[in-house]
């Protein structure tokens, strides 16, 4: 599967919007772009996921460029509660279809 | 629907103790996932179970670990002869299906082990 980089940190004012940026250069077509969160040790959250369209759902927004090489997470109104770390993980065919391989993520801070 | 459940949430043992972990998948999921999370560290695959299948265990330890998918009941892991190192939090996810494009895996609230 495809390595992903995120940055290490990131602060956001709640009530603003939050944009996570995830580089995946070696994304293979028939991969898959994951977003999960993990807020303080409880189980890893399923947010979002994308193949090469745009989506959208009650949580979150994907954006996926056009080449497919990275992609944005957007929480379109921050809250306090969004406060946790957020992996992007890309997913493909094959035998390592059935595992996610979670990076360092990205620690999202939202501040009052 | 209920989510994923694991019991139980905190699990205390002394060194040369078995651990037993369980996990019950949501309705209609057929497949079971077992990662684990050592104290400051990332989350890490260990093995992948459909009913009464191992499917992908490439990142079970090869000694004292084992889990189990049976065709009634849940999923369990199993850990003998506990060492410290062995504690860790360790989450449990389950899917419809396992081969389907874009199948998401939903976690569990996960066990907390700690070996005394």
């Known amino acids: 599967d495809a390595k992903t980089t995120q940055p290490t940190s990131m602060d956001c004012a709640e009530g603003r919007a939050a944009n996570l940026p995830c580089n995946h250069s070696?994304?293979?077509?028939?991969?898959?772009v994951y977003w999960y969160r993990q807020i303080h040790s409880q189980g890893p959250q399923y947010i979002i996921h994308g193949l090469k369209n745009n989506e959208t759902n009650e949580m979150a927004s994907l954006i996926i460029t056009e080449d497919r090489k990275s992609s944005t997470l957007i929480l379109p109104h921050a809250t306090l509660r969004d406060t946790a770390v957020y992996y992007c993980?890309?997913?493909?065919?094959?035998?390592?279809?059935?595992?996610?391989?979670f990076g360092a993520g990205t620690q999202v801070v939202v501040t009052p | 629907n209920a989510g994923v459940m694991q019991n139980p949430r905190h699990l205390v043992r002394r060194r040369g103790q078995e651990a037993r972990l369980r996990c019950s998948p949501m309705?209609?999921?057929?497949?079971v996932y077992w990662y684990r999370q050592l104290p400051e560290e990332g989350l890490k695959f260990m093995v992948y179970l459909q009913k009464e299948n191992i499917i992908d265990e490439s990142g079970m330890p090869k000694e004292r670990f084992s889990a189990e998918f049976p065709k009634e009941g849940p999923s369990i892991l199993r850990i003998q002869q506990v060492v410290r190192g062995d504690s860790a939090a360790y989450f449990c996810?389950?899917?419809?299906?396992?081969?389907?494009?874009?199948?998401?895996?939903?976690f569990g609230p996960g066990t907390r082990l700690t070996v005394l």
């Open positions: 996810a389950s899917s419809p299906s396992g081969t389907g494009q874009g199948d998401t895996q939903y």
């Open positions: 070696t994304i293979s077509g028939n991969e898959y």
């Open positions: 993980i890309v997913r493909g065919r094959g035998t390592s279809w059935g595992k996610l391989q």
């Open positions: 309705k209609g999921h057929s497949h």
